[in-house]
């Protein structure tokens, strides 16, 4: 059994526009430099990772070109290209960064192509798999509004054949209903973990339509996930915190669409170790029931 097979029947798989992918995957965020911006500090170890995702069985990466900027996507091109026939490779649009990094709105249809654009050139792609776009009404999580402009620009360039499918990152219930009625949506892409849980009720929904929803931050982002229960069940499994957090996301719902992201080999080995992982009914209640923090 080759190492993709592998991973896909320990995670099982899901449908990701026309592919299907195994539900673990890898984020590529955090090859950047701190903050995710800038180059980072060992290259080649970047590389490395990559590299090593592939061999033990990813089939799915997820990056943008305002990582880095353009950095993440150069990295991914510099160790995956050419790339193999099964992988899928995820990208965002919808922001740009500051010469201070920060992260500033770029919405506009002509902003949207550049960004489509430069992932191109940077991944050395003809066409997108998917594209996200990204919500920043409100940068620091969803916020009602109309997207319209925004899907109707990317549902142009799909026409195009620049982008296969298109998704949404960083939205509400209703910006997804709305965009649908534009174009189809295969993927929705809103932080969810143990301890953000505020869209239960649209993972649900997406669920019983067989749509896609992946996690950003799945492991609590910048700050780690923190629980005694988290620990204790971790504890008495032989397992890490971490592995556990990624486990019951797994048993979560069947559309969820991991992609943890690391800079480490040894933390990427554990988090791809995680699909192996099956959580008893006592431990997924403790974690139901539990008060979370992420740091």
């Known amino acids: 059994m080759s190492s993709t097979s592998l991973l896909r029947d320990q995670a099982g798989a899901f449908k990701l526009g026309s592919r299907t992918v195994a ?3 890898y984020g590529a965020m955090q090859l950047a430099g701190p903050g995710v911006f800038g180059p980072p500090k060992d290259r080649a170890a970047a590389v490395a990772v990559l590299r090593e995702a592939i061999a033990l069985g990813v089939d799915h990466i997820d990056t943008s070109d305002f990582y880095g900027p353009h950095v993440t996507n150069q990295i991914i091109r510099e160790a995956l290209h050419p790339y193999r026939d099964d992988l899928t490779i995820v990208t965002k649009v919808g922001a740009r960064r500051g010469e201070d990094a920060s992260w500033q709105p770029a919405q506009s249809a002509e902003a949207l192509t550049q960004q489509v654009h430069d992932n191109l050139r940077h991944l050395g792609l003809d066409a997108l798999d998917v594209v996200n776009l990204r919500s920043m009404l409100d940068v620091h999580g969803p916020a009602e509004g109309s997207l319209e402009p925004q899907v109707t620009a990317l549902a142009e360039l799909q026409r195009q054949g620049l982008i296969r499918h298109i998704g949404l ?6 910006q997804v209903a709305d965009a649908r009625k534009i174009v189809d949506i ?5 932080q969810y973990n143990l301890a953000h849980r505020n869209d239960d009720a649209l993972l649900d929904q997406l669920a019983g339509e067989g749509v896609a929803f992946v996690p950003f931050f799945p492991l609590g982002g910048f700050s780690p996930l923190q629980s005694e229960t988290l620990s ?3 504890a008495e499994l032989g397992a890490t915190s971490m592995q556990v957090a990624l486990a019951w996301l797994l048993q979560r719902s069947p559309n969820l669409v991991l992609i943890p992201g690391t800079s480490s080999l040894d933390h990427l080995r554990q988090n791809l170790q995680a699909a192996s992982l099956t959580l008893p009914a006592d431990a997924v209640r403790r974690l139901d029931a539990m008060t979370i923090t992420a740091g």
């Open 23 to 25: 539900r673990v995957g």
């Open 169 to 174: 990152s960083n939205v509400t219930a209703r």
């Open 186 to 190: 295969v993927c929705v892409q809103n």
């Open 232 to 234: 204790a069940v971790a």
